[in-house]
């Protein structure tokens, strides 16, 4: 949005201030209690899928000789002190908000009708003592603990407000700190990270004697009462912060890509603290991206989304309240939205303070010919898609999406589309095609030498810089010509360009890129857009359509029309560089294509991907390539040898910082490698001795500097006219293709109330806040 508001300011900085306040009134914490032993018997068992049978049940369980599945042994290295069940505390009376079909355990765990994947391979196996000896020497421990943080907490009111005083408001909250903090430090004395769970753990114990003194007498309560609701929220204390460590460790695990190891971490963790809205937030996120069937995966997604989201809405729900409550709704929306639930979406939307939202013709945009709604994800080998040679067929799909028509029209409604985006398949030449698609591979040092995650979308944003004009030095320039080639066709003022950025995105299925417009440093020092931006898709039929508006920097009000370009091996869109634009996340979940040859390993072709072997994705991965045609612009050192930037002082102003420019410009943060934005293209690595090819052997000396670079050594001529095996999405000749008209880019999120306040979306006079729009990411 071509403005940065405030409207999620103001919430973040209270939420901030609440969370100091609890900080503040539990400062002695440390580290917290390991969790009580507790009966595993109250885990209810889960629930089988429809049609499985009890000796499909066992067989899961056990695999196929009586041993323990993989899942199975994660959750188990996860949970390394003894049984995470819940107690009957933890589980009683939590009034989550659950989706119809729903049933809520006697024990307060709520129970998915498919079935729920956070509980498999949460079984784990009782240590020797953990259970009976030195559980019930825990539990005696922590009860002593409690004791005495009860009798300082006594001593301390009859010296500060008197013997016989109640407990009034902000005193609730600070004495219920003073005694969870003592219990904490008593227990295990924890460092770092830890002192994190612990404080959280202190933090959603407050907040939950605070509110239960509110709800139960009225925020007023004499020292025993006080005694009865700690005593009481004791009892899920140890559980929240063990849930907590192994939320951490689950996110860990994430980081390094290791999926399996995450779903299980979260499963522990839900095992643990079955109200834990942080919990509940990753596993949606986590099966979001991995689904095996459309419609298992979105019921269990939408089942834990509720959970969150019930759960981060009740005091002591767990962690951070307000902002995971809020990523909560809107990643229901969003999946709500794209299942076509409007009316139960505007509720949430409406309920977390949207106006507006993108349009239904834009959430759930079209699904192309070649990809309606699956039923399983089929993988994808190495994570490629390669394209399947040329056919009338495969022309006539290129054309049902559109068609580009000689006078540029198009299908849309009369707009001249040709104006602001166009598209072309087959685009690349198939030996170009190839080597972007073993340059970005799953296992390409390009991404590990970057730090790049695409499941946690980190290390941020980084590109660079060539200068056009000259002989091609590397292969990734040679590659740019042929585009630029393509670009001047569409847009002819591309022939000014004295520069090209290039940056690249791996990223799942349901991943999407928000709404931004495309600028030189992020917008800082003013705003700079280049000529023409284009995407190459290197992969296809994974993720969502790129979405291109009419909307500037200088616009006054929304866009009100759109085009949307699906992903598609090989195929090429361009856009002017001025407009707003973004990545819809995708629907449903990936159909994926088997590719026709493996990656090269690395002992045979000296450019391949690195010194390990080429593992197999589970999942298909939306591989683009992305380059910008610039004017003019400014080639920068690396981040480290740059200064500092200004540290944001609260919570907001950290947020807006990082991820907006000026104006709304998206503002992505430089990866921990030390690349950043506009970076001269980094200088070739030696060739290694004995390998002709001009890359480096698994057994080559290390060398400094990275050594990616050599996946673009220069081809020799003619390279890219190799057509065996491997073809473009409408083959080596180019196919045009007019992307699928958006009627209507936004929408009102209520339009008989935002047309009662005079606000709605067709009558604005102004760019709405930014907050109040709704993008679903």
Known sequence: MPEAVVAKRSRAEKNAARRKRKRDASAAAAAAAAPATHDPAAVPAPQAASGSSTADRASRREGKHGVTT???????SFDDTGSTAPTAAAGAARGEIVPDGHRIEPTGVASSPSECRSRQGSTTVARGGDSNGSGGTRKDEEARSLSKALESARKKH?????SG??????????????????????????QGEEEEEDGGAV?????AVSAAAEEEHAGQVSMSQFEGLVR???AGFSARRRAASLLRRALEEEQEGNLDAAEAGCAACLSAWPRCASGHLKMAKILRARGVSHQRAIKDVEFHLRQALGSASKPGGGDQGEE????????LSLLL?????????AKVLKRHGFRYRLSADVLRYPLPPQAKPPTAVEESGNGHTLAKKSSPEARKDSKAEGGRRSDGKGDSGGDDASEFVAAVDGALPPGMLRHLQEAFGSRSRFWSEHGYNSETGSPGYFSYIHRLGGAPTTSIEQVINRVRLLAERSFPEVKEAKFVEWWAHRRPHSSGHQMHFDSDNEGLGGVRNPIVSVVVYVTGDVGGPTLVTTQRLTSKRLADRGWIVHPRVNRVCMFDGGVLHGVIPGRGVPVTET???????PEEDGQGVGCEEVKEDRAGMRVTWMVAFWRDIQARPPPSQQSPAPTATTPAEEKTASTRGEAGIRRRQPPPSGAGAAQPFPAMPPLASGNPNGGRRCSSAAVAGPSWPALFRKKPEGWDEDTAGVDGGGGAREVPVVPVAVPHVWEDVDPADNKRAGVGVRRLKRLPEYDLCFQGF
Do not use: M
């Open 165 to 190: 005083r109640p407990l009034v408001g902000w005193d609730v909250a600070a004495y219920a700190g003073f005694v969870f903090g003592e219990l904490a430090a008593a227990v295990c004395s924890g």
């Open 158 to 162: 009859r010296q500060e407000i008197g």
């Open 337 to 345: 939205c794209q299942e076509g639930r409007n009316k139960e979406a």
């Open 595 to 601: 590719p026709t040859h493996p990656t090269p390993p």
């Open 232 to 234: 009481k929220e004791a």
């Open 203 to 207: 933090a959603g114990a407050v907040d």
């Open 324 to 331: 995971v409550a809020q990523a909560a709704a809107e990643r």
């Open 70 to 76: 993989k899942k199975q042994r994660l959750a188990v």
